[in-house]
């Protein structure tokens, strides 16, 4: 077996400090398989794209944010759904994460798809947008599972520990195919069975 740790950056595409996708990446850490590591990165300080801004030098959160993208492995984004679409604070970070387009951060990138909505789609409409929005910068997106988290006030209990089973069924077979999948990419051998 090799013995290279996988580094996962978990993405929440939310501000809000109680996000329910924010406890789903910290659902990911709780439930990574050995040989995975998630850290999470915070989007509250990245500021609006602005071409006049990149121009002058990308800004300290902005360079974070692509430093964290390259140095990880894989990618891992927790999506919310805004009026049937990835929210604007996701879509910005993307677009910060997709520059220079000579060589954006996120391409080549094994990313996973996950979210958790207060609703009963779960996020599926969003998820949609978010595989056209990483498919244009080139990068690897995992197609299964599909973890929609619906009804995530049930899913998650008082101290933001993700309780629904299926759900965390559903996350924990994401990871391990996360995990199977960056080590392709990276060359690296397959865990023995």
């Known amino acids: 077996m090799s013995d290279h740790a996988i580094h996962v950056l978990g993405i929440a595409g939310s501000l809000r400090k109680g996000s329910y996708n924010k406890l789903l990446v910290r659902a990911a850490q709780e439930h990574a398989p050995d040989g995975m590591r998630v850290t999470e990165f915070d989007l ?49 970070a993307l677009d910060w994460a997709s520059r220079p387009p000579s060589d954006p951060p996120l391409g080549r990138k094994p990313v996973a798809i996950m979210g958790a909505s207060t609703g009963l789609f779960g996020t599926a409409r969003a998820q949609v947008g978010l595989r056209q929005i990483l498919a244009y910068n080139d990068a690897q997106v995992l197609q299964r599972p599909e973890v929609m988290v619906p009804n995530a006030k049930q899913a998650f209990d008082a101290d933001g520990h993700l309780v629904d089973e299926a759900a965390t069924r559903f996350l924990q077979q994401l990871l391990r195919n996360l995990m199977a999948w960056s080590r392709h990419a990276r060359g690296w051998s397959p865990p023995e069975a």
């Open 44 to 92: 509250a300080g990245v500021p609006f794209f602005d071409a006049d801004v990149e121009e002058r030098g990308d800004p300290e959160a902005v360079v974070a944010l692509k430093r964290a993208v390259r140095g990880a492995d894989a990618i891992l984004i927790a999506t919310p759904e805004y009026q049937h679409a990835v929210p604007g604070v996701l879509k910005n």
